[in-house]
């Protein structure tokens, strides 16, 4: 069974970059999509991007101006860079996989979420 | 970006009780539906995907059904174990987005 886990600062400063690794166990990464997802009381459950085992990326079109999302398969992991980031963006986030390997947006197995505040 | 609307919001059943979550859609998304239900602290689970095939392990009191715009997920005996906040989300267009959640409390 295929394991997640969010990894990175629980506290960032406004204006800095958040970033965040996803450790993933119990499986390859290869193969499959891997997503991020963030979840606040005001703006509920957002998607904010994914990336393929091939490296091509999609992202919301609301954060796209901010956001990297990149693969490190020989260490079975992958990350999220969120840039310039306000209170807004104060959240548990996500990082999951999608259910098939086919499957772009249904995620069907996720990790424990960590929450993100941002404050300085 | 399209809107999923779920009703109600929040609901009180007892143990037992049938009981009906809907979700709307803003444009149609064929079949492309998903529910998923969320405990506190917990990260969401996966019940239903392409609106009315049930996931592996998912108990079979859980269904769902719709296509378009128009979908519902039904609990047909409701277990203490499943109170929770139950989620929409359409799988069918970039970004794929979630209804705001329906609180399911014990009455």
């Known amino acids: 069974q295929v394991q997640l886990q969010e990894s990175g600062p629980g506290l960032v400063k406004p204006s800095e970059t958040l970033s965040l690794t996803c450790t993933v166990s119990?499986?390859?990464?290869?193969?499959?999509?891997w997503n991020w997802i963030r979840q606040s009381p005001g703006k509920g459950l957002e998607w904010i991007g994914n990336?393929?085992?091939?490296?091509?990326?999609n992202y919301s079109p609301s954060l796209k101006s901010r956001v990297t999302i990149s693969l490190d398969t020989s260490k079975n992991q992958f990350s999220l860079k969120l840039s310039s980031v306000t209170a807004a963006d104060t959240a548990v986030y996500y990082c999951?996989?999608?259910?098939?390997?086919?499957?772009?947006?249904?995620?069907?197995?996720w990790g424990q979420g960590t929450q993100v505040t941002v404050s300085s | 970006d399209i809107q999923m609307t779920q009703s109600p919001s929040s609901l009180s059943a007892s143990v037992g009780d049938r009981l009906t979550i809907t979700c709307r859609a803003s444009q149609s998304i064929s079949t492309y539906l998903n529910w998923y239900q969320q405990k506190p602290g917990k990260a969401p689970n996966l019940l239903i995907y392409?609106?009315?095939s049930l996931q592996s392990g998912v108990p079979s009191r859980f269904s769902g059904s719709g296509s378009g715009t128009d979908f519902t997920l039904t609990i047909s005996s409701l277990q203490p174990e499943d109170f929770a906040t139950y989620y929409c989300q359409q799988s069918y267009s970039t970004p794929p987005t979630f209804g705001q959640g329906t609180n399911l409390e014990i009455k």
């Open positions: 990336i393929y085992y091939s490296g091509s990326t």
């Open positions: 999951a996989r999608g259910l098939h390997s086919s499957s772009w947006y249904l995620v069907g197995y």
């Open positions: 119990g499986g390859s990464i290869s193969s499959y999509y």
């Open positions: 392409a609106a009315s």
